[in-house]
Nanobody, 122 residues
């Protein structure tokens, strides 16, 4: 049974940092990613990492502030979020999937976690 379990969300002031974790179990994946969804908005791509060579992809809105990384031994992916802004407030979801030419599309991910809330106060 495949499971993705996120942790690390919380409340932080603008300019602060949080580190999200997503532990995968049940199988390994070609890639894992983070998406987020704010109230009343569509789910949007944040970052992706390919498990093998570690290639990464970021949404323009988080480039230079967020870093995605992985721990192969623990089958875990991380999202280090620095210089947080109130507009980063959202539920953050971990996703896992295969190779794709459109890494930012939610349709290419087969498995999803339950989400962890990130709230950034101004």
């Amino acid at each position: 049974q495949v499971q993705l379990v996120e942790s690390g969300g919380g409340l932080v002031q603008a300019g602060g940092s949080l580190r999200l974790s997503c532990a995968a179990s049940g199988r390994t994946f070609y890639a894992m990613a983070w998406f987020r969804q704010a109230p009343g908005k569509e789910r949007e791509f944040v970052a992706r990492i390919n498990w093998g060579r570690g290639a990464t992809y970021y949404a323009d809105s988080v480039k230079g502030r967020f870093t995605i990384s992985r721990d192969n031994t623990k089958n875990t992916v991380f999202l280090q979020m620095n210089s947080l802004k109130p507009e980063d407030t959202a539920a953050y979801y971990c996703a896992a999937g295969g190779a794709t030419a459109i890494p930012a599309s939610s349709n290419v991910y087969d498995y999803w976690g339950q989400g962890t809330q990130v709230t950034v106060s101004s």
